[in-house]
């Protein structure tokens, strides 16, 4: 309310009306005024947002270099060569031998025409291949880097926090 008082508002809200008018006229006006809704007061409310700074943060990285030692063990293969001497002559119709394997070892045959009355084949000798697989163990110096992230939040105060951060 404002302060005033109008006696004749007090009435129409309390239902009472005050008037020259015949009593049904009335009646009718003072039942519309029971009924009435009179707004007294209205709120509002505003809402709106602003932008606050409440810390920083700062990233750095920082690299940590170490020597390690790598074991690991070298496979190499070393091959022997035998000339076995045979001297056996091919009969006729007998077939040449051929490139073989026998027990791990690669037998290569050589032949030889040799110039007789009659022509025959010998076997001069056979080469004999042998494999075998030696182990060696080696130790090679490696560098590796490890990286960690630091993080640091930075307070509205200037009080710095830091949290570290591993990258493997």
Request: proline share 5%; aromatic share 0%.
């Amino acid at each position: 309310m404002n302060g005033r008082s109008n006696p004749a508002e007090d009435d129409l809200v309390r239902g009472e009306a005050h008037s020259n008018e015949p009593e049904h006229t009335r009646q009718s006006t003072a039942q519309e005024y029971e009924n009435a809704v009179i707004p007294l007061l209205e709120e509002t409310a505003h809402v709106s947002r602003r932008l606050v700074e409440t810390g920083r943060v700062r990233v750095r990285t920082q690299t940590e270099v170490t020597e390690q030692i790598l074991r690991e063990t070298l496979r190499s293969d070393a091959v022997g060569v035998t000339r076995v001497p045979v001297d056996r002559v091919i009969k006729e119709g007998e077939v040449a031998p051929q490139v073989r394997t026998e027990a791990g070892v690669t037998i290569i045959p050589v032949l030889e025409e040799v110039l007789v009355v009659e022509k025959r084949l010998v076997l001069k000798e056979e080469i004999h291949i042998h494999q075998t697989t030696m182990g060696q163990d080696v130790e090679v110096p490696v560098t590796v880097h490890k990286q960690h992230a630091i993080v640091e939040r930075i307070d509205p105060d200037g009080t710095i926090t830091p949290k570290t951060i591993n990258e493997e």
